[in-house]
């Protein structure tokens, strides 16, 4: 039981990591699509 306490709560952050890379990869290429569209003009 401990060990599957341990396998959940280890899950739990890899999926919010996960989550936290994906948002910064998008932030990321939104901010970038921005500075380029002002360069562009």
């Known amino acids: 039981m ?3 306490a341990s ?3 280890y ?3 890899f ?3 996960a989550v936290l ?3 910064g990869i998008f ?3 939104k ?3 921005r ?3 002002k360069t562009k003009e």
């Open 21 to 23: 890379a994906v948002c």
């Open 27 to 29: 932030a990321g290429k």
């Open 31 to 33: 901010l970038r699509d």
């Open 35 to 37: 500075k380029d569209a």
């Open 15 to 17: 999926i919010l990591y």
């Open 2 to 4: 401990a060990f599957l």
């Open 7 to 9: 396998f959940l709560q």
């Open 11 to 13: 899950l739990g952050k």
